[in-house]
């Protein structure tokens, strides 16, 4: 993998931590970081050119996504699940 390919495929990862960091609902978001890192991991190996882009094009349709579930989520109040309660009172 090229090195210019490389910097962008880090880069939509983090992309995609960061927008799955923005769930409102814990569960959502621990689903969606552990699919986006399982995903990566996965796709580790991937060597051929045609493959990898299409592994992006699926990691950018996947952001799209999680972008607008993301807003949709906002829009609603969510009830915060003992865990979250929790993390609040140790910080």
């Known amino acids: 993998m090229a090195a210019s390919s490389r910097e962008h ?11 799955s960091k923005k769930f409102p609902s814990y569960n959502y978001r621990t689903y969606a970081l552990r ?19 299409g592994l992006l094009n699926r990691a950018r349709d996947s952001l799209a996504l999680i972008q607008r579930q ?12 003992v865990i979250e309660q929790e993390e609040k009172k140790s910080d």
């Open 9 to 19: 495929v880090l880069s939509l990862y983090r992309l995609l931590l960061k927008e």
């Open 35 to 53: 699919r986006v890192r399982d995903a990566f991991r996965e796709n580790r190996t991937v060597e051929d050119p045609k493959v990898v882009e």
């Open 70 to 81: 993301v807003s949709i989520g906002k829009m609603y109040e969510v009830q915060k699940t």
